[in-house]
Structures are given as structure tokens and as C-alpha cells.
């Protein structure tokens, strides 16, 4: 059972192109991750977010996390090649240290 | 701070043979968590440690164990390696466990398996 439903799962957008990738889930979390991975590597921390209705910047990129903080988006405005990668929302539960993690969105760039 | 380390980044083994993986976490973080991540299923939870002691299983068989020890290391066992054990292992480390203060959990680039 995937906990954490991210959408859409592959994009592919010309540079300076605005989207949203969406992180949906009918469990509440305690907080949520986003982290952004490229090939080969580690996944990034990007952004933590733990209350409700919660928004965060971060340059270009803008996190919102859901009022009842079961779901979670992120927005990336003017696109760039450089923000090319895989996109993961990961939450946790409780008093656990567990992530659950989406599936991802992978994201091109194109210029 | 020096940030998660993994070793080895990349190994091959064989069908049958056991694995054991490092991570050191990162300075003063004494949670350290263990995630396989394959194209097919994505990022899995394997396990948690914490002060020495497992706190958190996955939904992985027995073959695969763990264990930290009192600097805060861990290591990783994957034994009797089958195919469909290749993945990238990747270990994870927290300052501290619980709370709803939205403690952050940092990776490290993981360790690539591949099981021939």
C-alpha cells in the first residue's frame, strides 16, 4: 500500500515553464520531506514542513503543506535545466523516525 | 559538518554471498535508518536504530539485519544475496527520535549493489 501518492510522475517542460507536482495521501503526517534526487546520488533535503496550512519558500520553489497535513505540493516557477532530477515527498508518522516516500516525479527540463 | 558517509559506494557480488554496508551519520545525530531504493517499488523503509537498539522494522525478510554501535555507526547485513537484492542501499540520520517538531532526516549518497 503506497501511503504517500505523488502526481504526476513524469513531467517534461521547456525551460522557464511554471509547475506543480502534488503529494497526496489519506494518512495524516506529524511533518513532510521534500527531497530531490539525481541519478546515482542521494536524495537532497530540500524542505521540512510541519504545520498546517504551512508555506515555505525557497527561491524559485514554494512548498505548502496541507491544512489537515495530509497532503503536500510544491510549486517551481521559471524552470530551469539545473532543477532537473526526481522529486520525493516523504512523511512521517508518530514518534517514528520511519519515512514513507512517494513514488516521485521525475522532472526534465528542457532548454 | 561532514554529512552522512556511506561505504562501499558501488560493489558486485554473487548470488548467495553476504553484503554488509557502513554508514557513519552525521556528527552528534545518534538516529540512523536504512532504506532500499529499486525503479519498481522506490524508497523502502529496511530499519531504524537508535542508542544501539532497532526501533522501527520494515516489511523485509530475515536476511536482512542490522546493527549501530555506541558512536552512532551502523552497519547493514544482507545475507544469502538473491537478483532481486540490487538496489541502491541508502542510509539516513536524525539528531534524535520522535516529537512532532519536524526533525529533519539527512541521506547519504547510498551504496549501489549489484547481485550477479
Known amino acids: 500500500t503506497q501511503l504517500l501518492e505523488q502526481s504526476p510522475q513524469f513531467l517534461s517542460i521547456q525551460e522557464g515553464e511554471n509547475l506543480t507536482v502534488y503529494c497526496n495521501s489519506s494518512s495524516v503526517f ?6 530531490r534526487q539525481e541519478p546515482g546520488e542521494g536524495p537532497v533535503l530540500l524542505v521540512t514542513v510541519v504545520t498546517g496550512g504551512e508555506v515555505k519558500k ?3 520553489l514554494t512548498f505548502q503543506f496541507g491544512d489537515a497535513r ?3 505540493s510544491l510549486h517551481i516557477t521559471a ?7 526526481l522529486y520525493l515527498c516523504a512523511g512521517k508518522q508518530g514518534g ?10 521525475k522532472l526534465t527540463v528542457n532548454p | 559538518k561532514a554529512g552522512v558517509t556511506q561505504t562501499p559506494r558501488y560493489l558486485i557480488k554473487t548470488r548467495g554471498q553476504q553484503v554488509t554496508l557502513s554508514c557513519s551519520p552525521i556528527s552528534g545525530h545518534r538516529s540512523v535508518s536504512w532504506y532500499q531504493q529499486t525503479p519498481g517499488q522506490g524508497l523502502q523503509f529496511l530499519f531504524e536504530y537508535f542508542s544501539e537498539t532497532q526501533r522501527n522494522k520494515g516489511n523485509f525478510p530475515g536476511r536482512f539485519s542490522g546493527r549501530q ?21 541508502l542510509c539516513a540520520s536524525s539528531p534524535r527520535i520522535g516529537g512532532i517538531s519536524g526533525n529533519t532526516i539527512y541521506f547519504g549518497e547510498g551504496s549501489w549493489l549489484t547481485v550477479v
Open chain 1, 30 to 35: 506529524s511533518s513532510l520531506q521534500w527531497y
Open chain 1, 58 to 60: 525557497l527561491k524559485r
Open chain 1, 70 to 72: 495530509k497532503d503536500s
Open chain 1, 79 to 85: 524552470a530551469q535545466p539545473g532543477d532537473t532530477g
Open chain 1, 96 to 105: 517514528s523516525e520511519k519515512l514513507v516516500f512517494g513514488k516521485g516525479m
Open chain 2, 69 to 89: 554501535f555506541s558512536n552512532s555507526r551502523s552497519e547493514m547485513n544482507v545475507s544469502t544475496l538473491e537478483l532481486g537484492d540490487s538496489a541502491l542501499y
